[in-house]
Antibody
Framework: EVQLVESGGGLVQPGGSLRLSCTAFGFNFYNYWVAWVRQAPGKGLEWVASIDPHGNDTHYVDSVQARFTLSRDYAERSLYLEMNNLRADDTAIYFC??????????WGQGTLVTVSS | EIVLTQSPDTLSVSPGERATLSCRASQTVGNNYLAWYQQKPGQSPRLLVYGASTRANGIADRFSGSGSGADFTLTISGLGPEDSAMYYCQQYSSLPRTFGQGTKVEI
């Protein structure tokens, strides 16, 4: 069974940093892109970033470019999202999702990030 | 960036009826790379349809996707209380990946 389990969310002050983790189970982690999609409270879905199977190619939405960094650890079967210079509008539930040619076919349960002073 | 506009914002239907949800793109979605997701309150989204019309594994045939180019439709037949949810379309023909704002279906 495919599972994605996120962690690392919490309360952080504006300008602060946070690192989200996503651990994958039930599929070959080496073969798939993985992505983060976020959802602000009461709002819709927004794709944030995706990373290729080899960890060499990453794509980001413009609003997080240069502030967020994706990486992956194959030994740990994990994906990481390093978030710096956080802003209030980054407040959201962050979902990890398996990215199959751009289709998000499996999702984690999400982790809440709150940016507030 | 491809902007997706869904309509209506809210759709109220009776049990057993059919719901028709629309997703219109600001430009042609190449290869009809359009997906639909269902999200119930407090849950993560679930993939329903990809490639505009291919149902994902385990999705009931009551869910049907159609359309091409810039106009797409999700049809849900035989609606039941379990179908009350938000429904989002998403294009994956170009970066950035974008979602519509969602349609809320109320039974």
């Amino acid at each position: 069974e495919v599972q994605l389990v996120e962690s690392g969310g919490g309360l952080v002050q504006p300008g602060g940093s946070l690192r989200l983790s996503c651990t994958a189970f039930g599929f070959n982690f080496y073969n798939y892109w993985v992505a983060w999609v976020r959802q602000a409270p009461g709002k819709g879905l927004e794709w944030v970033a995706s990373i290729d199977p080899h960890g060499n190619d990453t794509h980001y939405v413009d609003s997080v470019q240069a502030r967020f960094t994706l990486s992956r650890d194959y030994a740990e079967r994990s994906l990481y999202l390093e978030m710096n210079n956080l802003r209030a509008d980054d407040t959201a539930i962050y979902f990890c999702a398996r990215d199959t040619f751009g289709v998000f076919d499996f999702w984690g349960q999400g982790t809440l990030v709150t940016v507030s002073s | 960036e491809i902007v997706l506009t869904q309509s209506p914002d809210t759709l109220s239907v009776s049990p057993g009826e059919r719901a028709t949800l629309s997703c219109r793109a600001s430009q042609t979605v190449g290869n009809n790379y359009l997906a639909w997701y269902q999200q119930k309150p407090g849950q993560s989204p679930r993939l329903l349809v990809y490639g505009a019309s291919t149902r994902a594994n385990g999705i009931a045939d009551r869910f049907s996707g159609s359309g091409s180019g810039a106009d797409f439709t999700l049809t849900i037949s035989g609606l039941g209380p379990e179908d009350s949810a938000m429904y989002y379309c998403q294009q994956y023909s170009s970066l950035p990946r974008t979602f519509g704002q969602g349609t809320k279906v109320e039974i």
